[in-house]
């Protein structure tokens, strides 16, 4: 199994339909795409088309929504082997997933659901992740989730539970810090404390997002720009690691002019910038 940290990779956006042709007719200054991976599990038609132009020209990771890495079914063979057919086509620079459950009796929720921070529960996970990280061949990514619930069951606080997975299953992390900014704002603990004990020589990729505040709580809807919070806790963060991490921003609804997606995009270079001096330069890494 690979064991090679990804390389610091610059700034990406999500892939989506609605940005296709203006990401081919003008070639943006982003330095990777991250695609959905289930909307690209497909045999044929225009998102493959797509895809692999696209693919020609920057490098890509795959983030997918429907692993469901913490539920009771057995893990989804036919799913597993799409994936894997799936990576050897865009060999992107890493594979993640998010650390949660999906659905149960072969019905997909569409959430990402969250799970008890238990003992139990991190030895059915780091079991499961192993699996996945040995049909695959390499590491994952694991995603923490924003959550709007809690169990009473839980032992121990969530940074907590994903320091322990990501160590006994030896994955990698995906740092989601919109979610914990919501999650913290939820469930009244304090953000920068979580950040502080996630074990940061294990995240190669940070996402950045926005929400809609309801007052009482927050949604992780994606449907508009990062808000200044999570700006600030996003700054925060990288000024506790030795060096820049690859970033994303995240959007799925409400999409903008992409010209000022692109903007949030700069503002974020800039940022990252101010803090870990770095040249960019697209990577052409993968797991070939």
Known sequence: MSIETPSFAGYGLGLRP???A??????????????????????????????????????MVMH?????IGGTAPLNQDYLQRL??????????WLSDHLCWTGTHAH??????????????????VGRIRQVQDFLGHRIAIENVSSYVQFETSEMPEWAFLREIAEAADC?????????YVSAFNHAFDADT???????????????????????????????PIASPVWELYRRTLARTR??????????????????????????????????????????????
Not at 64 to 68: C, E, H, Q, R, T
Not at 108 to 125: A, G, K, M
Not at 196 to 220: C, F, K, S, W
Request: no cysteine; charged share 25%; proline share 7%.
């Open 172 to 180: 990698w992390l995906l740092l989601d810090i919109n979610n914990v």
């Open 108 to 125: 997909n929720s569409h959430d990402l659901l969250p799970l008890p921070y238990t003992q139990e529960t991190i030895r059915h996970v």
């Open 243 to 288: 060096g820049p991490i690859s970033t994303l921003i995240e959007r799925d609804d409400h999409y903008p002019p992409f010209e000022e997606w692109v903007g949030e995009l700069s503002d974020l270079r800039q940022l990252g910038r101010s803090i870990h001096a770095k040249p960019l330069a697209r990577s052409e890494g993968s797991f070939a």
């Open 64 to 68: 997918g929504v429907s692993l469901s």
């Open 18 to 20: 609605a940005y296709y």
């Open 84 to 93: 894997k057919a799936l990576r050897d086509r865009v060999q992107p620079l």
């Open 22 to 59: 203006e990401i081919l007719a003008h070639e943006p200054d982003v330095d990777w795409f991250e695609i959905i991976s289930e909307n690209y599990m497909v045999a044929g038609g225009k998102p493959l088309y797509f895809l692999d132009q696209i693919r020609e020209r920057y490098p």
């Open 194 to 224: 979580y950040l502080a004990n996630v074990p940061m020589e294990r995240v190669i990729q940070i996402h950045l997002a926005g929400h809609t505040h309801y007052g009482d709580y927050i949604i992780d809807t994606h449907d508009a």
